[in-house]
């Protein structure tokens, strides 16, 4: 099973993918972890990616493209593959298309997580991640509009678009989202 996670910074793609990730036996695949893990290790590609993520800028497509398509040759990556975080450009979103058709496992799912942006703001200023200060917070929102939001639209076209409400508790939108996922397997 193969699934996109789309939504805001802060509408809880990452807390709701490592969940099911584990209730569903999938892979979690979170490209913002792993540019951040490559800048602590400072690796090449950390070097070159630290200024993007100081700001809050997305990083260029080459290089998200790159860690992708190795990390989808892992093993644990077999089973599938829950995506937090990416795509987030319309180029991102085709060039999975095009590595997951060589692979023959195309994308099951693409879910929307739904907020509105005061939640957002609240819950991102009260995270407080090395990323989560006033200006990058904004700057990653627009982000979000600007490159990610055309998603939406690219992905409800193909008819593999789900909308879940994201505003309640942890539990409802796990509970949501579980129900949701089962009826895929
Ligand atoms: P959030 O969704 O809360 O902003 P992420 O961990 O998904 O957190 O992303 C943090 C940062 O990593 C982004 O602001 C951006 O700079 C970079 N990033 C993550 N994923 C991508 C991607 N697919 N394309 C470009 N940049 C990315």
């Known amino acids: 099973m193969r699934l996109v996670f789309l939504g805001p910074p802060g509408a809880g793609k990452g807390t709701q993918s490592v969940r099911l990730a584990e209730q569903f036996g999938l892979a979690h695949l979170s490209t913002g972890e792993m540019l951040r893990a490559s800048r602590s290790h400072r690796t090449e590609l950390g070097l070159l990616v630290a200024d993007y993520l100081d700001n809050g800028q997305l990083v260029p497509d080459q290089e998200v493209l790159d860690i992708v398509a190795k990390r989808l040759d892992d093993d644990d990556c077999q089973p599938g593959v829950i995506f937090d975080g990416f795509p987030r450009t319309l180029a991102q ?16 799912l693409v879910v929307e997580l739904l907020i509105d942006q005061g939640e957002l703001l609240k819950r991102l200023m009260k995270r407080g991640r090395g990323d989560d200060n006033m200006a990058t917070i904004q700057q990653r929102l ?21 909308s879940i409400d994201a505003s309640g508790t942890t539990d409802e939108v796990f509970q949501s989202l579980s129900t949701a996922l089962e009826a895929l397997e």
Request: no cysteine; charged share 30%; aromatic share 8%.
């Open 142 to 162: 627009q982000s979000y509009e600007n490159q990610t939001a055309p998603l939406v639209r690219y992905y409800s076209e193909r008819k593999m678009l789900r």
């Open 93 to 108: 979103a085709e060039a999975l298309d095009r590595l997951l058709a060589q692979r023959h496992t195309p994308l099951d």
